[in-house]
């Protein structure tokens, strides 16, 4: 099984420069060897199982918990399929190749 979760979590009680709350989460991701992805307004994660999505999850609040924060705010989207593991590169890979397709066509 491949399970994408794709994982936004900061504290809504802090103030707005928030990137020294969300590094130790991004740290903990990288950490635990799952593939992952930083973007602008998540993270991306690749794991084998729902039990390790929601674990990332859980661990992530616990560690702005420790940090003192007292209101967190989560979105996590999970998209969960049968096969091979790879697809956080594969998805991405699929829509490039097609948009190079789509170079130079017109209406």
Not at 41 to 66: D, F, K, P, S, W
Not at 76 to 89: E, I, M, V, W, Y
């Amino acid at each position: 099984m491949s399970v994408l979760l794709e994982l936004s979590i900061f504290p809504v009680d802090r103030g707005e420069a928030l990137s020294a709350y969300v590094a130790p989460v991004v740290e903990m991701i990288a950490a635990s060897g799952h593939p992952y992805q930083l973007t602008a307004m998540g993270t991306l994660v690749e794991t084998a199982e729902i039990e390790e999505a929601t674990a990332l999850i859980a661990e992530a609040h616990r560690l702005l918990a420790q940090a003192g924060c007292r209101r967190v705010y989560a979105t996590a989207k999970l998209d969960s399929r049968d096969g091979p593991p790879g697809r956080l590169q594969a998805k991405t890979r699929s829509v490039e190749q097609r948009l190079k397709g789509a170079a130079g066509t017109s209406d």
